[in-house]
C-alpha cells in the first residue's frame, strides 16, 4: 500500500505527484494491468518460458 503523507508548505499537486511515483515505482499499475485478466496456470507457464527465451535470446 502507498502512504503519502503532506508535509507542511506542500501543495496538493506536490502532494499528487508524490503519490502517482510512489504507486508508478511501486509497480501497482503493472500488477493492476496483469490481473485484468484470468490467465490459465498452463498459458501463464507458457508465457513465462516464451519471456525466458526472449530475454536469453543473443542480441545481434
Do not use: H, N
Amino acid at each position: 500500500m502507498v502512504v503519502v503523507r503532506k508535509q507542511p508548505g506542500e501543495s496538493d499537486e506536490a502532494l499528487i505527484r508524490k503519490f502517482s511515483r510512489k504507486v508508478i515505482a511501486g509497480g501497482i499499475i503493472q500488477e493492476a494491468k496483469r490481473r485484468e485478466f484470468y490467465l490459465k496456470p498452463s498459458l501463464a507457464r507458457k508465457q513465462k518460458q516464451e519471456e525466458a527465451r526472449r530475454m536469453k535470446k543473443p542480441w545481434v
